[in-house]
């Protein structure tokens, strides 16, 4: 990169937007150079707030600001058509979208051939790649600390919807349970045990008729006969952080993973945990959690070095996809 | 009022939230249930009387019933009280639920009209109005004031305020020293010592020191503990910090690492660091409340401290 500052904008205000925008802004080789917002209420008491940073109601109105990346933190039905519009219009080269990629695997389809030939750097926000126990536990699987894996379980779940049962309408906004939580689990899926297909699942409706709230399906690697068993839900009692948890035998023991610790168990007896902090879980700015801060210094890096950043659209995509196998498959339960 | 010299041993309210940072598997297997007000503030009463002398806590409504359990017993009388406002995590998941901040505003709108608070009301108005994010704050400060107040009797004071770890670590983020100048205005005006919750303690005292804010005039809470355990960016960083501050203003909290480390270790510890005001910390059951503040007590004794 020629100048001192990547030039940085955030489409989106919400929770995930002002939360990067506030990591960006303390990186010193960032400006937050712009922020889109299209809520009216919001966009005027943000004005107000960043009131040195050009704030604008449809990202079109980026054009001219000379922006290095954006970063995509709205409601998922319109990650494809923002996403769109600043590759098509070339308001920014490099990308990233919060988790899922779009609301479907056509629309992440489409994104990827655009990327392709945009050939700027794109990424999407799955955070517990990013997370220090999770990394832990993908290292242990990578040097066969459990042998051979022979079978997982993941389960995400959250006490956003629970004992909710006239919130549907909100449910659904954020694309279900599937979309939301789950995606985590699939990409998790795709990430320790690469490509995978669906051979059965069941979805069961919670918050209001035809709701997705609920869903159980399982999971076989392409390439051998590994298997695994995945549970999501937001409507679980006592989950006041959402929470995905792996747990992986192997034949020379188990592995568990969540977001606290990691466990390793051995078949010999010998059993060894790391928490969070003997995992070097410290970054120079804490906010929501330190692997925030990880997963935006990794994109700024991979921006400023012009390199390959993983999960990649290509990658993500793939978790929009198993989505819709997963969907198609689906037992309906209302 | 505190006295300065006094050290702080704050009963903290993370249990009764059901909350414990090292691991959300262990606070769902509790068996008890601190969230009950009439157990937590026995749990307080009896911290009181193992050397405890204040309560620091989101204002939410179960430790509002927890005050006025305790403003019943007359604890309340003997507690240095380190409110923390806003309960963010309550606040975010209403967002959630309800579909952002524009839907939150409005109920919390609903709110402030039926608590008959017509100074708030007012303030409220004209930040809506002019869409004035300082008076928006005053206001909902003003609210959360009435709240507390409201629960406990008129001899009770309120020593500290303290602004929530998200939106203090969100205004660091953004330079926003406009929000803590007028934070600190406000909060002191109403006889109240403004405190700030931080994940970035460090951070802050850099960024106070470029704005202006006179540290001797605040508190300050943040995790200090030898494993360095949600110290950004590290120990030593934040422990140097510590030792440039020019009076004791901090406290302590995340001083167990969340369990990881045993209380007599991390009373070594904190015993150990200067400009150390107090501690927090969270107790669930009789026993931990007993021992745990018999021993801080003796350790942060003034004396203990000079000896070290």
């Not at chain 2, 205005?185 to 970035?200: A, L, M, Q, R, W």
Request: glycine share 6%.
């Amino acid at each position: 990169m020629s100048r001192e500052a990547l030039r940085i904008a955030v489409v989106g205000l919400g929770k995930m937007g002002l939360l990067h925008a506030c990591i960006l802004n303390t990186m010193p080789n960032v400006q937050l150079a712009a922020a889109c917002e299209k809520s009216l209420v919001t966009r005027k008491l943000f004005k107000k707030i960043l009131s040195s940073v050009p704030l604008v109601g449809d990202v079109r109105e980026f054009s001219g600001l000379d922006l290095d990346a954006v970063y995509i933190t709205t409601p998922i039905s319109s990650h494809f058509s923002v996403a769109k519009t600043v590759l098509q219009e070339r308001l920014a080269r490099h990308l990233f979208i919060e988790k899922p990629l779009t609301s479907n695997y056509h629309e992440s389809k489409e994104l990827c051939e655009l990327v392709a030939n945009n050939g700027g750097v794109n990424m999407v926000g799955y955070l517990r790649r990013f997370m220090v126990t999770f990394m832990k536990a993908k290292e242990l699987l990578s040097q066969s600390a459990i042998g051979e894996p022979a079978s997982f379980a993941i389960n995400a779940f959250s006490s956003d919807f629970y004992d909710m049962r006239e919130y549907a309408e909100v449910a659904a906004s954020r694309g279900g349970v599937l979309k939301d939580l789950g995606s985590y689990a699939i990409d998790a899926a795709l990430w320790f045990f690469g490509s995978i297909q669906v051979n059965s699942a069941k979805i069961e409706s919670l918050t209001g008729a035809g709701s997705e709230d609920a869903v159980q399906f399982t999971l076989q690697r392409e390439s051998d006969n590994l298997q695994g068993a995945v549970s999501v839900s937001w409507c679980i009692k006592g989950y006041r952080m959402p929470e995905v948890v792996l747990s992986i035998k192997g034949t020379k023991g188990i592995l568990d993973v969540n977001d606290d610790k990691v466990s390793l168990k051995l078949n010999n007896g010998d059993e060894s945990i790391w928490y969070r902090h003997n995992l070097n879980d410290n970054v120079k700015f804490w906010l929501g959690g330190p692997e925030y801060y990880r997963e935006d210094a990794y994109f700024v890096k991979s921006v400023t070095n012009n390199s390959l950043a993983e999960p990649s659209f290509e990658t993500a995509s793939k978790v929009d996809l198993l989505i819709e196998m997963i969907q198609r498959k689906a037992e309906r339960h209302d | 009022m505190t006295d300065s010299n006094e050290k702080l041993l704050l009963v903290g309210d993370n249990p009764f939230h059901n909350i414990s940072h090292l691991s959300q598997e262990r606070a769902r297997s509790k068996t008890e249930d601190p969230g009950d007000p009439k157990y937590a503030a026995s749990l307080i009463e009896m911290a009181v009387e193992h050397g405890a002398n204040g309560f620091t806590f989101s204002v939410s409504e179960n430790t509002l019933s927890i005050l006025k359990e305790l403003n019943t017993q007359g604890t309340i009388e003997r507690l240095h009280l380190y409110p923390i406002v806003p309960y963010a995590f309550e606040y975010v998941r209403l967002a959630t639920q309800l579909g952002g901040i524009p839907a939150l505003a409005q109920k919390f709108g609903i709110e402030m009209v039926k608590s008959k608070n017509l100074g708030a009301i007012g303030l409220g108005l004209r930040g809506a109005l002019t869409v004035n994010p300082a008076s928006l704050m005053k206001t909902y400060l003003a609210y959360e004031i009435s709240r507390i107040k409201s629960s406990v009797n008129k001899n009770v004071h309120v020593d500290s305020m303290l602004l929530h770890q998200l939106i203090t670590d969100i205004a660091l983020a953004l330079n926003l020293d406009w929000l803590f100048k007028s934070y600190v205005d406000f909060v002191s005006s109403k006889k109240i010592i403004p405190g700030f919750n931080t994940g970035n303690f460090a951070f802050l005292v850099d960024k106070f020191a470029e704005w202006n804010i006179d540290l001797r005039k605040v508190i300050i809470a943040a995790p200090f503990n030898k494993v360095g355990f949600q110290m950004s960016p590290s120990v030593e960083e934040c422990e140097k910090a510590l030792s440039v501050i020019p009076e004791p203003v901090v406290i302590a909290i995340s001083i167990l690492a969340a369990g990881y480390i045993r209380p007599e270790e991390a009373a070594e510890y904190i015993a150990g660091l200067p400009n150390i005001r107090g501690i927090a910390v969270g107790v669930s059951k009789e026993k931990h409340a007993k021992e745990t503040f018999s021993l801080f007590k003796s350790a942060l004794d003034v004396d203990y401290i000079t000896s070290v």
